[in-house]
């Protein structure tokens, strides 16, 4: 709650994130180190197509099935394709569906837990036993029977993880909401007759800014854990899409009993991904959000 | 107490109704046609059932509320889920089989992961930063970030390649042999415990750290008591209390976890059911699992909740 709403110039601003990071290096330097990875990883899903030495679905028979070498880092798969290439393809996918989902389950999360924690009342309660009576299944369920209905693809994956994810996080701004509700900026903005819009988007959501960005951070690592586990069981995205998870099921399976290296550049890079997403997650928090310290 | 029990169980009921709706809503509303999907799995064919049979065998040509009132009164009322879509068997047939094996399969990470836990949550505790607490933190993280998939995959293939040993898939019930069953369940157990006693471990670390700065373990240090005596006897057992709830909390990543090790392991617990139903469009079963899987959930935590009082002599219900 460093800044009032509204009042800073660009110049500020700009100064205030500088600081922001200073703090970040100098207080938690692992969540620091986290923080490039996964920068890093955003840039590699970005740029995949242009760094990978070979397509995604390149196919050579030739050399099927061969070790890790300075040709190929991650070995190939049973068809010959490049498993450093696919893992690089891997990135983007996960990049394309972490960050929608994860900004599709924020901006859910935000529009509940703002109607929900300063409407109070009728309205509130019944949000959350609907909350409630969602949060009793659990996720990968959801996703299953969901996608037994639509059908696998990235569209349906990306809305469905998205409120699925936006639901559950409505608690967490709404309890923040509760508390930026009873300060005197609000009052006083009651008492000038202000419209509960006006004051929502000008008073209430600058405030709880904070936990909507450590919200969404750890929401990028929760959904490309979950998309890889529904690719896993082959719900997710339908193959040849190079998935991490689908990388680590389907017909690869077979093969990794010749081939071990098949088993463990995906999960690999998955770990190191989700890994440095909730450190970096951890870390915003404890600056960002003391309030928020040791719950998860 | 009675009156906080009552009040309980009837918030129980909304809850319920809402969770059932949600049920029922996801399976029938959600675009693209049921169907058309069944139509275009081959079995179909074989079990010449044509469009209009099918719709009628589902009970589609109603309005949407009685299709509700229906469904829901057929299980309040004779637990009646409806019948497989090509066994024709009682769904409440396979649910009853599957639940114990997910059950069992649930308890036994919950005990890997508190054992796994609480002696590491404690020690962080009382070695607050230092490097011992940064290395169990950090660990406790990685721990949450490993998909469990990816090491049921890796206890597959591995030891396989280097002993020629692979963990045994040939399912044992509980009620035939329980030292067996067990034994078999243990693997995926300890995958699915240690993931979970991430979040117990800091659970129990900030607990700890809580309870330690309170005045009656300042009197315990004061009266000359032992390290040992103070933390295990005085700190631990109120730090405890709280940890209890997690096991709440836990139950659906429990159950979601036990979906994937499920089919790894291939353990025919409700996941296994689940993922069985869904490859073959079986809606009945798909529709029976999720309700029960989320109606469980809500009765534990319930059941939680209630323990709470009883465990913690503090808690007054209101």
Same mark, same amino acid.
């Given at each position: 709650m460093h800044s009032e709403p509204g009042v800073l110039g660009p110049a500020t601003r700009t100064a205030c994130v500088r600081s922001f990071l200073q703090r970040l290096f100098r207080e938690k330097p692992l969540g620091a180190a986290c923080g490039v990875v996964f920068v890093l990883f955003l840039l590699v899903g970005i740029c995949a197509q242009w760094i990978a030495p070979f397509g995604m679905n390149e196919i050579n028979p030739i050399n099927r099935l061969k070790p890790p070498s300075?040709?190929?880092?991650?070995?190939?798969?049973?068809?010959?394709?490049?498993?450093f290439s696919r893992c690089l393809h891997g990135a983007q996918l996960s990049v394309i569906i972490g960050i929608s989902a994860a900004s599709l389950a924020t901006l859910i999360s935000v529009l509940i837990g703002i109607v929900s924690g300063y409407l109070g009342g009728k309205i509130d309660l019944f949000v959350q036993r609907f909350v409630d009576a969602w949060m009793s299944f659990p996720d990968l369920v959801i996703l299953i029977v969901v996608v037994s209905v639509v059908g696998p693809g990235m569209p349906q994956i990306i809305v469905t993880l998205g409120m699925l994810l936006g639901i559950a996080g409505s608690r967490i701004i709404r309890s923040a909401v509760l508390s930026v509700r009873e300060h005197m900026y609000v009052h006083a903005a009651q008492s000038i007759g202000a419209s509960t819009v006006r004051i929502l988007w000008r008073h209430i959501l600058p405030n709880v800014l904070p936990p909507v960005i450590v919200l969404f951070t750890t929401r990028v690592g929760a959904v490309i854990l979950a998309e890889s586990g529904l690719?896993?069981?082959?719900?997710?995205?339908?193959?040849?899409?190079?998935?991490?998870?689908?990388?680590?099921?389907?017909?690869?399976?077979?093969?990794?009993f010749q081939g071990p290296w098949l088993a463990l550049a995906p999960g690999l890079c998955l770990t190191i991904v989700v890994y440095a997403t909730?450190?970096?997650g951890d870390a915003l928090r404890d600056l960002l959000d003391p309030r928020m310290r040791g719950s998860r | 107490m009675q009156a906080y029990i009552i009040r309980r169980l009837l918030a129980l009921v909304p809850t319920l109704f809402l969770a059932s709706v949600i049920v029922f809503v996801t399976v029938r509303l959600i675009p693209g046609d049921i169907i058309d999907m069944m139509l275009s799995q081959n079995d179909v064919s074989a079990s010449k059932l044509s469009r209009d049979q099918l719709v009628e065998a589902l009970g589609?040509?109603?309005?949407?509320?009685?299709?509700?009132?229906?469904?829901?009164?057929?299980?309040?009322?004779?637990?009646?889920?409806?019948? #497989?879509? %090509?066994?024709?068997?009682? =769904?409440s047939d396979y649910l009853l089989a599957r639940l114990p094996v997910t059950f069992e399969l649930g308890i036994m990470s919950l005990a890997v992961a508190l054992v796994v836990a609480i002696p590491i949550g404690m020690y962080s505790a009382i070695r607050q930063d230092t490097s011992g607490d940064y290395v169990a933190r950090s660990f406790s993280i990685l721990m949450l970030?490993?998909? #469990?998939? %990816?090491?049921?995959?890796? =206890?597959?293939?591995f030891p396989s390649i280097w002993w020629g040993w692979s963990p045994e898939v040939k399912f044992v019930a509980f009620s035939a042999d329980p030292l067996q069953s067990l034994k078999q369940m243990l693997i995926p157990?300890?995958?699915l415990g240690t993931a979970l006693s991430a979040v117990t471990m800091r659970m129990t670390r900030t607990m700890m750290l809580e309870v330690l700065r309170q005045d009656y373990i300042r009197t315990a240090w004061a009266k000359g008591l032992s390290e040992r005596l103070v933390v295990l006897r005085h700190a631990l057992r109120n730090a405890l209390i709280p940890v209890v709830t997690l096991i709440g909390l836990y139950a659906p990543l429990l159950i979601g976890g036990a979906v994937i090790l499920e089919q790894i392991f291939v353990i025919p617990g409700m996941g296994l059911l689940l993922l069985d139903a869904v490859n073959q469009r079986d809606y009945p079963i798909i529709t029976g699992v999720f309700l029960v899987l989320g109606v469980s959930i809500t009765l534990i935590n319930l059941a939680v909740d209630l323990s709470y009082g009883l465990l913690d002599p503090k808690v007054r219900y209101r």
């Open positions: 300075w040709q190929f880092p991650f070995g190939t798969d049973n068809l010959g394709r490049d498993m690719s896993f069981l082959g719900l997710g995205v339908p193959p040849p899409a190079p998935t991490w998870g689908g990388m680590l099921s389907g017909t690869g399976r077979t093969f990794m909730n450190m970096f | 589609l040509h109603r309005p949407m509320w009685n299709q509700y009132l229906r469904w829901a009164g057929a299980i309040l009322l004779h637990g009646d889920f409806g019948r #497989s879509l %090509w066994q024709n068997e009682p =769904v970030s490993v998909p #469990s998939f %990816w090491i049921g995959t890796m =206890v597959m293939v157990a300890v995958i």
